[in-house]
């Protein structure tokens, strides 16, 4: 079982250049989220989608789309990166809303220069 | 009122010895308090939970200790080995909903 895959596992952009952050879960889980890690803020909520068809808003939203493309797959694209973007993205999802809890992936290490 | 505030940042531990991290919320309504572990280079990997009707669980070496009059709840690890050197993660989301609340991270470093 591979659980939660996320691609790309690191990247560097420019400012202003856009790219899309993969996310596939197996679990056949209904929800699923974005997180961003910083240094000594924990994982703050982008974006989450709760079921298939359905997105929200997190915590730090702007400067971020998503999509959720069918049940296995939600992606988050940055349009116009900028260095306040650089961070890890995990992506996670869950059974049902988050009652067991969150299977995460290995992330995204991304830099915009 | 969102907030879930961990302490320590960091923490170091001797072999064997008792590893204990606390953190403190606010939201009266939040009722599912999860605990994460994470190694460098890994996403977070849920380690224990806790629902506010019970005071404690526990799970081999590691303890919930919850306190709904105080609202804190702490993690305990028993016997700290050198392999639990990670960072832990806890949060807290309300009514099973959607937008779980992480605490900042406690690094910790257990010597051999």
């Known amino acids: 079982n591979a659980g939660v895959t996320q691609t790309p596992k690191f990247q560097v952009l420019k400012t202003g250049q856009s790219m899309t952050l993969q996310c596939a879960q197996d679990m056949n889980h209904n929800s699923m989220y974005w997180y961003r890690q910083d240094p000594g803020m924990g994982l703050r909520l982008i974006y989450y989608s709760a079921s298939e068809g359905t997105t929200d808003k997190g915590e730090v939203p702007n400067g971020y789309n998503v999509s959720r493309l069918n049940k296995r797959e939600f992606s988050l694209r940055l349009e116009s990166a900028a260095p306040s973007q650089t961070s890890v993205y995990f992506c996670?999802?869950?059974?049902?809303?988050?009652?067991?809890?969150?299977?995460f992936g290995s992330g995204t290490r991304l830099t915009v220069v | 009122q969102q907030q879930v505030k961990q302490s320590p940042q960091s923490l170091i531990v001797q072999k064997g010895g008792i590893s204990i991290i606390n953190c403190a919320y606010e939201?009266?309504?939040?009722?599912?308090f999860p605990w994460y572990q994470q190694f460098p280079g890994k996403g977070p990997a849920l380690l224990i939970a806790?629902?506010?009707?019970?005071s404690e669980k526990k799970e081999g070496r590691f303890t919930i200790s919850f306190n709904k009059s105080a609202k804190q709840f702490s993690l305990h690890i028993m016997d700290s080995q050198p392999g639990d050197s990670a960072t832990y993660f806890c949060a807290a989301s309300k009514n099973g909903g959607f937008k779980t609340i992480f605490g900042a991270g406690t690094r910790l470093f257990v010597k051999a």
């Open positions: 939201n009266t309504a939040f009722d599912y």
């Open positions: 806790i629902r506010p009707d019970v």
């Open positions: 996670a999802s869950s059974e049902r809303r988050q009652g067991n809890g969150y299977t």
